[in-house]
């Protein structure tokens, strides 16, 4: 099986997609929980998994050239420089040159083909030019690079999260890549799938206060939704509540069964981006939350709850992830049978060209064959 490396893995969800096809040979993550968690999951999911748990910055050249060779690189650098929240960027921010390091593992080990993931914020405003650099020095290392904004939920998801997806193919590769299609909305998944009847399990809860706001806020609604404005001025301060333009749409939010579920954070009890149950007077659960993600039940997380959420929340939806897996599979699969096509076809002209010699041959005649003959040859 050919082998993958992945760099700013986190708990590698975006690995985790890709075990159908490709061997995970190698994970570079900082994090603490992130690494223990990809070492608890190591035998079970990715058993020949070398784990580093170091900073990336620190790793030198001829290690990472010890990698060379591998068909794929995967990875998503620090997205929070980028937010879409955000109208520019900090260039003095160290998390920027995760591009960087990413080019650097693509220049040294040289893969067939590389997926690069990142908040969709980076293309926007003054942001776009560390992309479009990213991009360019791609491309001089030899790369065609075609990139697109995916929302996870099209791809079978319960969440809606738009996400950056960058894919290198190197030009010696000679396929080309094709973004997947979204699925039947028959497959699609909403907030009721991730839902189950079964002990809580690890989860934050509201204050006090909090909790008795959210009481009157009904399924699907937010803080618009309360009663009176005595309450959503408790909610939000007067300032919030008089705001002209309005939005906030996100705080003190209650999902609904039947909808998507909004972007996963790195904590679900934060005011302003609550994933509150449809029923139950909580956030959601690290269970509900990972399940959100698409991580499997049988996926262990280990740590503090607040770690938990956080490691999720920074991971990458599975079924994105196998969705641009199976792309790449199947778009080497129309490299081969086109191969196949063209060289039927070449056969056949080849047939054809040696039948009609043949009843030139057989239609000449007999003294004049032999001189002939080679010609027709020739």
């Known amino acids: 099986m050919e082998k993958i490396v992945s760099i700013f893995s986190g708990i590698d969800i975006l690995g985790q997609g890709f075990i159908k096809q490709y061997e995970l040979a190698l994970a570079v993550e900082l994090d603490k929980t992130a690494a223990n968690i990809l070492k608890i999951n190591k035998e079970k999911y990715h058993p020949n998994l070398t784990i580093w748990n170091r900073d990336i910055y620190s790793i030198k050249d001829e290690e990472i050239a010890q990698w060379k060779g591998v068909s794929g690189l995967i990875g998503g650098p620090p997205c929070q420089p980028f937010s879409p929240g955000k109208h520019g960027f900090d260039p003095s921010d160290e998390r920027i040159k995760g591009l960087i390091y990413y080019l650097r593992w693509t220049r040294i080990i040289q893969p067939e083909f590389f997926i690069f993931e990142n908040t969709f914020g980076l293309l926007q405003g003054d942001k776009k030019i560390i992309f479009n650099y990213f991009k360019e020095e791609a491309e001089k290392l030899g790369y065609i690079v075609n990139f697109k904004i995916l929302n996870a939920h099209d791809y079978g ?118 994933l509150t149950h449809p029923i139950e007077n909580r956030p959601l659960s690290v269970a509900e939350c990972a399940r959100g993600m698409g991580i499997p039940d049988d996926y262990q997380l280990e740590g503090a709850p607040s770690n938990k959420y956080r490691v999720i929340g920074n991971a990458v939806p599975l079924e994105l992830s196998q969705a641009i897996a199976q792309a790449i599979a199947d778009s080497k699969k129309q490299k081969s049978l086109n191969d196949t096509k063209e060289e039927n076809e070449w056969q056949q002209l080849s047939l054809l060209f040696e039948e009609e010699k043949q009843n030139q041959l057989e239609q000449l005649p007999p003294d004049k064959k032999d001189g002939e003959q080679l010609e027709l040859l020739l």
């Open 157 to 274: 998801n319960a969440q809606e999260r738009k996400r950056l997806i960058v894919v290198g193919v190197h030009k010696t590769a000679s396929w080309t890549f094709n973004f997947p299609s979204p699925v039947a909305d028959n497959q699609k998944k909403y907030v009721r799938d991730i839902l189950r009847d079964e002990p809580l399990g690890d989860c934050v809860f509201f204050s006090e206060e909090r909790a008795s706001i959210m009481k009157y806020i009904p399924e699907g609604g937010n803080w618009k939704s309360l009663p009176t404005d005595e309450l959503k001025i408790k909610a939000m301060g007067e300032k919030n509540f008089y705001r002209p333009e309005g939005g906030m749409t996100g705080a003190y939010r209650r999902l609904h069964r039947d909808k998507p579920c909004p972007t996963i954070m790195t904590s679900p009890a934060q005011r302003n981006t609550l």
